[in-house]
């Protein structure tokens, strides 16, 4: 009678198999080092924000720096709004980078979706065409640019300040990669229950890449709020100024030697972007746009 070979007990570990590795003092490194990049990189921001609430008897330029004040005080602010109209310059940022964000969302995605979803005659040229734009620096077409929204008549004007900024070739090969990624389940079942392209787009599309399209809104509102130099080339009204030139006018004033008031105003410049990703990073997250769908 053949003996049966019972397998062997799983508490045997195999000899071929390789010894447990414990990763904690890699991982621990990995942490510190990660955590003295950030150190790094936050402390101008930390002296930032610690120069806007020092009292003028403090001295600045101390060894070493003291990043805590002895009196903080709002002063420098009151005084930086008093000088300038930053109310002025704020609501003209908003103005512009919230309508240069609606226009690159609605532009990109109408560009975007016809390149990822539908078949025609030249779309990979179309596409690639597009992205090469993105090696071209925005100095060179800088003058031509110039040139054309004075012909349009768009100078000192909020339309000329978002003129050149209404799509971006960044934008629509984002959104180009996102649209590939939907199930085309849900595109076929929209178009037999009698639904448009429009409507496949509007309905179907836009909401399945919703994290793609908070991506882009963040991008593009980081760069529109922060951009110094078509402002400065377009504009010479102060009505017109955004945040960052009524910063860079800080420097002309006689109060242009205290950085107090230029770390103040600056402090007023970035505190909107920070708020905008604090509030729109919780979007960020994959939907279950393939939920419905089994394979």
Not at 63 to 71: D, I
Not at 127 to 154: A, D, E, H, N, R
């Amino acid at each position: 009678m053949a003996k049966s070979i019972s397998p062997p007990s799983p508490s045997i570990a195999s000899p071929t198999s390789p010894p447990a590795k414990t990763f904690l003092p890699n991982t621990f490194f990995t942490y510190l080092v990660l955590l003295g990049i950030a150190v790094v990189m936050l402390l101008p921001l930390v002296w930032l924000i610690s120069t806007s609430f020092k009292a003028p008897t403090e001295n600045l330029f101390q060894f070493p720096p003291r990043f805590l004040p002895e009196s903080p005080t709002f002063e420098n602010f009151i005084k930086v709004w008093q000088t300038e109209p930053f109310g002025r310059y704020l609501f003209n940022s908003l103005l512009v980078a919230g309508l240069t964000v609606g226009f690159n969302l609605l532009f990109c995605s109408l560009a975007a979706y016809p390149l990822a979803r539908l078949e025609f005659r030249g779309r990979e040229i179309i596409f690639s065409l597009i992205v090469s734009t993105i090696l071209i620096p925005f100095q060179i077409v800088m003058i031509p640019l110039y040139i054309l929204t004075v012909q349009l008549g768009l100078r000192n004007t909020y339309l000329g300040l978002i003129f050149p900024a209404i799509a971006s070739a960044f934008g629509i090969f984002l959104l180009r990669q996102a649209f590939q990624g939907v199930p085309k389940e849900l595109e076929e079942a929209a178009r037999m229950d009698g639904c448009s392209e429009l409507g496949i787009w509007w309905f179907v599309m836009l909401p399945s890449i919703r994290p793609a399209l908070v991506t882009l809104a963040i991008f593009v509102f980081i760069g529109s709020w922060s951009d110094f130099l078509w402002p400065l080339i377009i504009l010479d009204q102060p009505e017109y100024y955004t945040l960052p030139l009524g910063v860079a006018r800080l420097l002309g004033t006689t109060f242009g030697q205290d950085f107090r008031l230029i770390a103040a105003g600056s402090v007023i410049s970035i505190a909107p972007i920070l708020l905008f990703f604090v509030l729109m990073q919780r979007y960020i997250v994959p939907t279950e746009s393939g939920s419905g769908v089994k394979g």
